[in-house]
């Protein structure tokens, strides 16, 4: 079993910024992809970034230049950089680690970027 614990949400104004972060802990395997989809209100749940073990990232086109992902191998730890935050970035983030027995996700971080 793998458990994710994201952080880093919070309530943020339009043109700021957070770095979310996903600690991942249990029975890991050195080869897992990790990455990060959001759920906006009423809709599905979408992908934003993903980031393999050696360090590859890559971006949903919309939000690339805006958000950065990145690894620390040794904290089994993701970030995810938010930057120039918009009120339609406001969703619930959750975290993923995917590798060969299945995908595991965190219980997810509330962002709400509003004035």
């Known amino acids: 079993q793998v458990q994710l614990v994201e952080s880093g949400g919070g309530l943020v104004q339009p043109g700021g910024s957070l770095r979310l972060s996903c600690v991942a802990s249990g029975s890991l395997s050195g080869r897992a992809s990790m990455g990060w989809y959001r759920q906006l209100p009423g809709k599905k749940r979408d992908l934003v970034a993903t980031i393999d073990s050696s360090g590859m990232s890559t971006y949903v086109d919309s939000l690339m230049g805006r958000f950065t992902i990145s690894r620390d191998n040794a904290k089994n730890t993701i970030y995810l950089q938010m930057n120039s935050l918009k009120p339609e970035d406001t969703a619930v983030y959750y975290c993923?680690?995917?590798?060969?027995?299945?995908?595991?996700w965190g219980q997810g971080t509330q962002v709400t970027v509003a004035p």
């Open positions: 993923y680690y995917r590798e060969i027995r299945g995908t595991y």
